[in-house]
């Protein structure tokens, strides 16, 4: 089994800036793609940011250039910098992490619990 802990969330002004982290721990070989979505009231699930095994990024555009997606391997560790942050980035932020279980490859998809994040105007 794998066990994400995902923490940094909080309440911020318009402008201010946040770190999320996401944790992984568990029966882990390595970890593919890693990513964080987002859910704001009454909306769907949207992917905000992902980082492949090799370091390729990919952001949506409502982020780009305000948002950086890392992470550190040896920790199993996700991260998202979020600066300049809008109203309308007001969520609750997902981690995704594409985890390989065996050295065969196998793979399975999981989520974390979830952290909110407000921006007050």
């Known amino acids: 089994q794998v066990q994400l802990v995902e923490s940094g969330g909080g309440l911020v002004q318009a402008g201010g800036s946040l770190r999320l982290s996401c944790a992984a721990s568990?029966?882990?070989?390595?970890?593919?793609?890693m990513g964080w979505y987002r859910q704001a009231p009454g909306k769907q699930r949207e992917l905000v940011a992902t980082?492949?095994?090799?370091?390729?990024?990919n952001y949506a555009d409502s982020v780009k250039g305000r948002f950086t997606i890392s992470r550190d391997n040896a920790k199993k560790t996700v991260y998202l910098q979020m600066n300049s942050l809008k109203p309308e980035d007001t969520a609750v932020y997902y981690c995704?992490?594409?985890?390989?279980?065996?050295?065969?490859?196998?793979?399975?998809?999981?989520w974390g619990p979830g952290t909110q994040v407000t921006v007050s105007s």
């Open positions: 568990g029966s882990i070989f390595s970890i593919n793609t």
């Open positions: 980082i492949t095994s090799g370091g390729g990024t």
């Open positions: 995704n992490l594409d985890v390989v279980w065996d050295p065969l490859g196998h793979a399975k998809d999981y």
